[in-house]
Structures are given as structure tokens and as C-alpha cells.
């Protein structure tokens, strides 16, 4: 069974740092392309960033490119998203997905993209 659970979701100050972290069981996951997507309250679930099964490709979302990075660890099961300086607007859930394919973008939709999602991680950050 495919499982993946989010976790480093916290309230900070903005211009603060957190680092979220996604485990992932029930499959290979050095084969899968992770992702992370997020939901603020009253909107649309939106692209965040994504690394390719390899680690070697990744992709952000404008607002965020230059403050969050992610990264994965394949001998852990786990990816992770280091987002630095951060703002009132980052305030959202955060969810860790993933697919076996590339699907970066393909709808401004990523909830019809992506097979596998985790239950999500709130941030929040006060101004």
C-alpha cells in the first residue's frame, strides 16, 4: 500500500526557514517522481516544486524559485523541501505527492495529475 506522510509543518515569523520532510512506503520509490503541492485556505491546490526519480531534475514555482530547494534521499524513502525566507503568502498545506511520471505542470491542476498524496503539513507564517 502506498503511503506517504508529510511531516516539519509549523508557524514561524516570516523571513523564517522551515524544512518539510516526506516519507514514503509501499512502493519503489527511486522509480517515482516527487512532488510538492500546496493549498491555501480558499483556494486552489497549486503547483510548489517537483525532483526527478533520479534527483537529478528539478523545478519550482516562480514565487518560491530562489527561496525553497527540494532534494531527495533514496536510501531513505524520503524528500524533503527547505524553504527559507519565508512569507505571509506561503501559508498553506503542503502535500508531498508523487507519480511515475513526468506531470510538472501538465494542468494547473495538479490533483488531476498526480496518483499518490500524502494527508499534507500546515505552515503558516505571520507577518
Known amino acids: 500500500q502506498v503511503q506517504l506522510v508529510e511531516s516539519g509543518g509549523d508557524s514561524v515569523q516570516a523571513g523564517g526557514s522551515l524544512k518539510l520532510s516526506c516519507s514514503a512506503s509501499g512502493f519503489t520509490f527511486s522509480t517515482l517522481w516527487m512532488y510538492w503541492v500546496r493549498q491555501a485556505p480558499g483556494k486552489a491546490r497549486e503547483w510548489v516544486s517537483m525532483?526527478?526519480?533520479?534527483?537529478?531534475?528539478?523545478n519550482y514555482e516562480d514565487s518560491v524559485k530562489g527561496r525553497f530547494t527540494i532534494s531527495r534521499d533514496n536510501a531513505r524513502n524520503t524528500v524533503y523541501l527547505q524553504m527559507n525566507s519565508l512569507k505571509p503568502e506561503d501559508t498553506a498545506m503542503y502535500y508531498c505527492a508523487a507519480d511515475r511520471r513526468l506531470r510538472w505542470y501538465y494542468s494547473p491542476a495538479p490533483e488531476r495529475e498526480l496518483s499518490y498524496w500524502g494527508q499534507g503539513t500546515q505552515v503558516t507564517v505571520s507577518s
Open positions: 525532483i526527478s526519480s533520479d534527483g537529478r531534475t528539478t
